[in-house]
């Protein structure tokens, strides 16, 4: 098996995770790390004997060794590293959401199409048992066409701080840091129909005027999001997030087939319990039943060596970029709904 050589750029709190994972996936090396600020370079660099340290991600593009690159940037610093990348012909793995824009994220995912590089976003929970037997039960047929659901995910009092609360940095809030897990959830069971209009709210109120934690005052970006999807193919997806909130919950993650109903609960995405249940019926009577998912993995093991082998292999991304980009697409639509005092505005999904 030869080794695959990975570049890492943004060395901060997600890289290590990272950083971890791939040194228990055998037959890969991370041989550079590039971050604006050195002295993370050189911490992370020292702590998983990483050879080579770039202040500037560009100059370690021109690596002929490197196959890859990892892009554990803030947020709004997603699309400029990892267009550099794909255009020096080397495959992304980046962490979520994809960008803090549709347009910043329609240029990664027009990047890969061109380089024929893989793209792919880190959606750690794309790799739960808890999603993979929901899907598997979804493409059996078990739920028949779904034509409703709602997904969540939130937390009560639950904001970071840092880079994830600054526009400059993180350009979206809650939507993109964990409604995304929400959004992505709903899409890749529902079978990514196309997104044509969407009506919304956000709001950042409580931040500003909360009473917990003084630092949250400067927060520049939402703390709660909420979305009315319309598909073309006639489904509607309700979607809600936030970081805090006066309330236990925003309600669960649920899916509405003609066959059956599904909920799930995993990570981020709120169920009533981590797990899956079916509500179906059985000769005309109405039944619940918990799905048995097996046992939990090392995720972040598992969406990196499912990234590694796609390269090594030559294989697609193993989370395809235009499915992905369709939560940009809501997610603006949010946005631009708000800003147009919660109307319902018409969204176009890119074509490449
Ligand atoms: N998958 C997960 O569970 C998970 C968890 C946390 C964060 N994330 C995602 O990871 C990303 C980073 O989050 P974090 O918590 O590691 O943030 P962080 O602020 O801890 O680290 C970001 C790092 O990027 C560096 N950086 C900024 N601009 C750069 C540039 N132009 N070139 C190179 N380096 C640059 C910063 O100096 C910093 O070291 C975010 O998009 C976030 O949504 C994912």
Redo the contacts with the bound molecule.
Sequence with gaps: MRTVNLGL???????Q?HCRAMSDIEGVKIVAV????RA?AERTAERWGIPKIFTD?KKMLKMDEIEGVIV????A??S??SVAALKAGKHVLC???MEATLSAATKMVRAAHESGKILMI?L?LRFTPQVKKAKEIVDAGTLGDIYYAETVADRRRGNPG??FIKKATAGLGAAA?IGVYALDTALYLMGHPKPVAVMGITSNYLSLHNTWNEALKQTEVEDFACGWVLFENGARLVFKTCWCMNMDSLGGTIFLGTKAGLRIGVGEVRGPQEGVILYHDENGEAKTTNIPIGESVDVFKAEDSAFVDAVREGKPSPIDPDGMLLTNVIIQGVIDSQAKGGREVKVKVPTF
């Design positions: 750029i943004g060395a901060g709190g997600i890289a995770a590039s971050d604006v600020v993370n991600y554990c940037t803030p947020t610093i997603h400029a590293p962490e979520k959401p880190a750690k840092g880079s840091d």
